[in-house]
Structures are given as C-alpha cells and as structure tokens.
C-alpha cells in the first residue's frame, strides 16, 4: 500500500514537468530577417549566416509566428541555421528551451 501512495505522489509530482515538453516544428532563422526566411533555399541560409555572422540571434519561425530561444539553447539552434527542424523541448510565451533538436523529415 505504501510503494502505490508512494509511486502515486511522484507520479503527480512530476507530471507539471512532463506536461510542459513540446515537440516543435519550425524553421530556423534569424532574428533580423524572421519570417522573411521560413522555407530552405541556398539563398535564405546564406543570408541566414551572413546575419547570424553579424550578430544576429538566431529564432524559430513556425506556423507564420517567430519565437526566440533562451541562452542555453541558441547555439544549438545555430548549428541548424536555414532548416527545417523538429525540437524537443519546451516553451515560456515565445521563448524556446531546446532539450534535443533534429532536421526534421
């Protein structure tokens, strides 16, 4: 009886958490040109890096809508400037928490 208590209040517990995963679709572009960029080609990535180059941060444009992404997780989003990607993580109004991202299909 005590381990099904047990086994119930953790489940509770961390249930907030797990409900606050997301898996996001987007793509990635940068802050200064945002939804200007939201399809791959040769073109947009090149512009994408000249801007990231210069400073620009990097964003997620997705469903029409630009979204930022925290401090942790902008080097990660770098990494697949010009891209269409899937993320696993997690979202504060507009700001993305990245936990895992991938090129997605």
Do not use: R, W
């Not at 029409?64 to 109004?93: L, W, Y």
């Amino acid at each position: 009886m005590k381990k099904l208590i047990y086994s119930s209040a953790l489940i509770l517990a961390l249930s907030p958490a797990l409900m606050l995963a997301d898996d996001i679709t987007g793509y990635i572009s940068d802050a200064h040109c945002g939804a200007a960029h939201n399809a791959p080609s040769e073109a947009n990535t090149k512009c994408i890096d000249v801007c990231l180059k210069k400073g620009s941060d990097p964003v997620l444009v997705s469903n029409g809508k630009v979204m930022t992404f925290d401090a942790d997780s902008k080097e990660k989003a770098k990494a697949f400037a010009g891209q269409n990607v899937k993320i696993d993580g997690s979202m504060d109004g507009s700001v993305v928490k990245i936990t895992s991202i991938d090129k997605a299909q």
